[in-house]
């Protein structure tokens, strides 16, 4: 079975700081991978998705993942947090021919 | 372009009662996905329409749920009769004709639904 860890329920930063997020998964076979965010009374939105072309992906909002298969990893990065960025955050497996298999969310808080 | 459109935002119902979700999804998507995070755990595939045809109904929990998507537009989601163990946000999601694994899905804002 198809399983995907978010290793931290919650993550604080301060605002300015670096942001990480740690997915990682289990597949049988290559999968594609997309980090979803949602902001509070919002639906999911799409950040960056993983199709087998370049490992480091880069999204919107100056977010990018790297896809390490050796790992089984696909942990989310930002340079310097924002407010705004405070959201819960979903990482995304979809293995082939198969439906969306969801972690369990990684909510971030990002303080002043 | 408008994007996926769910309906009740909210809807608190007794244990027994009927509760029919409505989704909306973005227009020429083929695709639509039915999902539900429970409080507490993950988010769960229910199901997949191509069309007005279900793809792929693995993941809805027995037989008090009943999915339609007549003419291949919107959909709606019955459970009839509520359990307390329903209550949770379903989510709503729709994506372009074809079954790519990389097509992106788009998510409504979800349904909160309270079984009391």
């Known amino acids: 079975a198809q399983s995907v860890t978010q290793l931290d329920s919650h993550v604080s930063v301060s605002e300015g700081t670096p942001v990480l997020l740690r997915c990682n998964y289990s597949s049988s076979y290559s999968p594609s991978l997309f980090w979803y965010v949602q902001h509070p009374n919002k639906g999911l939105q799409l950040l960056l998705k993983?199709?087998?072309?370049?490992?480091l992906v880069k999204g919107i909002n100056g977010f990018e993942a790297e896809f390490k298969k050796s790992e089984t990893s696909f942990h989310l990065t930002k340079p310097s947090a924002h407010m705004s960025d405070a959201a819960e955050y979903f990482c995304v497996v979809r293995p082939y021919g198969q439906n969306f298999v969801f972690g369990p969310g990684t909510r971030l808080s990002v303080l002043p | 372009e408008a994007g996926v459109t769910q309906f009740p935002s909210h809807s608190v119902i007794e244990k027994g009662q009927t509760v029919t979700l409505r989704c909306d999804p973005i227009s020429g998507h083929d695709n639509l996905y039915w999902y539900r995070r429970v409080m507490g755990k993950e988010i769960k595939f229910l199901l997949h329409?191509?069309?007005?045809?279900?793809?792929?109904e693995s993941g809805m929990p027995n037989n008090r749920f009943l999915a339609e998507r007549t003419g291949g537009t919107y959909s709606t989601l019955k459970v009839q009769p509520a359990e307390l163990e329903d209550s949770g946000v379903y989510f709503c999601?729709?994506?372009?004709?074809?079954?790519?694994?990389?097509?992106?899905?788009?998510f409504g804002p979800g349904t909160r639904l309270t079984v009391l």
């Open positions: 329409f191509v069309k007005e045809s279900k793809q792929d």
């Open positions: 993983y199709t087998s072309a370049a490992t």
């Open positions: 999601a729709s994506s372009q004709p074809g079954t790519s694994g990389t097509n992106t899905q788009y």
